[in-house]
């Protein structure tokens, strides 16, 4: 029984991205804006700019699963239709007027992202898996926590915090749980595992230097 339960461990995508970027998250808390927003001090302006560059890597993952929707490794992702990019252009709107795609600049590091993203796209797409745990798993888990904090430090509104919420597809324990399965038979029909592990440790560096560059923009 031990040894079936280590052969599963052994074998789940998202306990080897969990194992592999553990110590990535916790820099990432430590972060630039991101860490500033943990600890209550970030501004509306700060969160605000975060969104508006965390945009277009949400639209270029739910790109690349769309375009993969009929890859057999993808196709679990797929069925599970987690879009946060209209909820994030509704908060952004929300928070600093229906220009924000024109008042609000795209930094250096979050065109990076989204480039990076549209990169392993190519091909088979399994590297996506990485990025969709990263960002999906993220909003369902620690992003709860998240909105929690905006609503007690920002006093931002439902209206404001669209991006974290699901209740239109479920309750977000259910949908942490469905995804995660669904991650888990993604993982497992990807041809090569190791490289969706290490894009996890990819996505976790992206993220962390654009939170340091919003932190940095806001400061200069």
């Known amino acids: 029984m031990v040894v079936e339960a280590a052969k599963r461990d052994a074998e789940s995508v998202v306990t080897a991205l969990y194992v592999r970027t553990r110590q990535l998250h916790l820099e990432a808390e430590k972060s630039g804006i991101l860490s500033e927003i943990l600890h209550g001090t970030a501004g509306r302006d700060g969160y605000t700019l975060l969104l508006r560059n965390l945009h277009p890597a949400y639209r270029a993952i739910e790109a690349g699963i769309e375009r993969h929707r009929d890859n057999p490794i993808l196709a679990p992702l797929a069925s599970h239709p987690l879009a946060?990019?209209?909820?994030?252009?509704?908060?952004?709107?929300?928070?600093?007027?229906?220009?924000?795609?024109?008042?609000?600049?795209v930094l250096p590091a979050a065109e990076a992202y989204a480039q990076r993203i549209a990169e392993v796209s190519e091909g088979d797409g399994s590297r996506l898996i990485a990025h969709a745990y990263t960002r999906y798993l993220g909003d369902l888990n620690g992003g709860q926590i998240v909105r929690r904090l905006l609503e007690k430090t920002m006093q931002l509104s439902a209206g404001e915090l669209a991006h974290y919420d699901f209740s239109a597809i479920g309750d977000p324990a259910t949908l942490k749980t469905d995804y995660r399965e669904a991650l888990e038979r993604a993982g497992a029909a990807a041809p090569d595992a190791a490289a969706v592990i290490e894009e996890g440790a990819v996505a976790f560096t992206c993220n962390i230097a654009l939170s340091v560059a919003v932190q940095q923009h806001l400061e200069a």
């Open 84 to 105: 946060r990019t209209p909820a994030i252009e509704s908060d952004l709107a929300a928070l600093a007027g229906a220009d924000w795609h024109e008042r609000l600049p």
